[in-house]
């Protein structure tokens, strides 16, 4: 009978398999000691195990019970290490101090030496801080303000903002811009600070105030004070220009000295005929050091920081819908009118049936507004009342404004508008928009 070719391949295939060499062999490998265990007590307790271990008297119990107590053995504990104790070296201590100088008798017995010292405050030997700070302050305002460094216009920043003439004035923003450019000067005895091109402020030293008199012919004319310094204000008169007859320097004798950080002079810009040099003057008693703030300075951050308020308001009324397509020129003549007001949250800004008295111009915040509707109401059976009711109706968001139609057609409003928010609004009032 004839084989397939089938049987034949699988036939040919066996024998070639019986003719291959079995794979090589490969070691086991190696195992690693645990760290935890104890092999020793392992061994021990695997061979003591059992009751055959112990003889025919050993039950199976007594072999489980001393199984269990061998069996905790086999792992080791870790050493707990307690923190070193470290020996302290009980020496006397010297009874003076390198760098200190010694107290003499009377010192030494002075009870409010030691009183100032419980209290915090700086012993007859202990470093003076505020001098110090005066020091590194004055050693600041003799470098020229381009070659200080960010820590040191800091540091001006921050003593200016201790003096309340200046803090009362002027606000954070502003103090900030002008430690950069503030000066100091340095005048000897007997010299005439003339205060009329700046704000001063007297860090070192003595000065008294001198001012100009003027004395006026007509008695019926009252004379006003155009300029009074901080310093000053019991001895700076001026007059009209026409009934000015005698004008006299005049040094007050019992006039208080001016000390340190007291102030004078100015941060206005004035015209020469308005202010006259002896209207804000100082005589230097002492050789002193005064700090100057250049009204012009003042006068250059005043414009630059209007410039920035004036871009942020055209930005705010081309961004609301009604004036997109306003040209340049008419947003600007409204900008010069504008006033910044702030509502708190719940504030009624306009009721219902009344005429609004500003255009507004929202910046931050949004405002509710709703409707007044009358309707019925059931009281009792067969009984209605009438009941007024106000329904929301939307609110006006950021970037939007409201107002202009009861203003220019003097209209009641038809709606009731309340600060949701706390809101910053840019208005126009209704006497400056029809005076332009």
Same mark, same amino acid.
């Given at each position: 009978?004839? @084989? ?6 699988i036939l040919s295939h066996m024998k070639a398999i019986n003719n291959v060499p079995p ?28 009751p055959q271990s112990c003889g025919s008297t050993c039950s199976i119990l007594s072999a ?128 005439? @600070? ?189 009984? @209605? ?52």
């Open positions: 009978m004839p @084989v397939s070719s089938l049987s034949s391949a794979p090589p062999l490969r070691s086991v490998p190696d195992l690693k000691m645990s760290k935890h265990i104890d092999y020793d007590q392992l061994n021990a307790l695997c061979t003591r195990s059992g489980h019970t001393r199984f269990m107590k061998q069996y905790p053995k086999i792992f080791l504990k870790k050493e707990v290490r307690l923190p070193k104790l470290f020996k302290w070296d009980r020496k006397r201590e010297p009874k003076g101090t390198e760098g200190q100088p010694q107290r003499s008798a009377a010192e030494s017995h002075d009870i409010a030496v030691y009183v100032k010292k419980a209290r915090g405050g700086h012993t007859l030997y202990g470093p003076k801080k505020y001098e110090e700070k005066l020091e590194e302050f004055l050693a600041i305002l003799k470098k020229l303000p381009m070659r200080r460094t960010l820590h040191e216009h800091k540091i001006v920043w921050m003593m200016l903002k201790t003096i309340p003439d200046l803090t009362s004035q002027l606000t954070d923003e502003d103090l900030k811009a002008l430690s950069k450019s503030v000066t100091s000067e340095t005048w000897v005895k007997g010299s005439t @600070v003339v205060g009329n091109d700046g704000f001063y402020v007297l860090l070192k030293g003595l000065a008294r105030p001198q001012t100009q008199v003027y004395k006026n012919l007509l008695e019926e004319s009252e004379s006003t004070a155009t300029f009074i310094p901080p310093g000053f204000q019991s001895f700076v008169f001026s007059d009209n220009v026409e009934n000015v007859v005698l004008a006299e320097m005049h040094t007050p004798p019992c006039y208080p000295m001016l000390r340190p950080w007291s102030t004078f002079g100015t941060l206005e810009v004035s015209a020469p005929c308005q202010l006259e040099p002896g209207e804000c003057s100082v005589v230097t008693e002492e050789d002193c050091e005064i700090l100057k703030i250049p009204a012009k300075n003042y006068a250059t951050i005043k414009l630059e920081k209007t410039k920035f308020e004036n871009k942020q308001i055209v930005r705010l009324i081309r961004k609301c819908p009604y004036y997109a397509e306003w040209p340049t020129l008419s947003i600007h003549e409204l900008v010069l009118l504008i006033r910044w007001r702030k509502f708190p949250p719940g504030h009624v800004i306009v009721e219902c049936g009344n005429i609004i008295s500003f255009v507004a111009f929202i910046n931050s915040g949004y405002c509710n507004i709703y409707k007044p509707i009358v309707g019925l109401v059931k009281v009792q059976s067969k009984k @209605v009342k009438k009941m007024r009711k106000l329904v929301y109706m939307g609110k006006v968001k950021e970037m939007e404004s409201f107002g202009e139609i009861s203003v220019l057609l003097q209209i009641p409003f038809k709606c009731t508008v309340v600060a949701g928010n706390e809101v910053e609004m840019a208005i126009i009032e209704d006497k400056d928009l029809f005076a332009a």
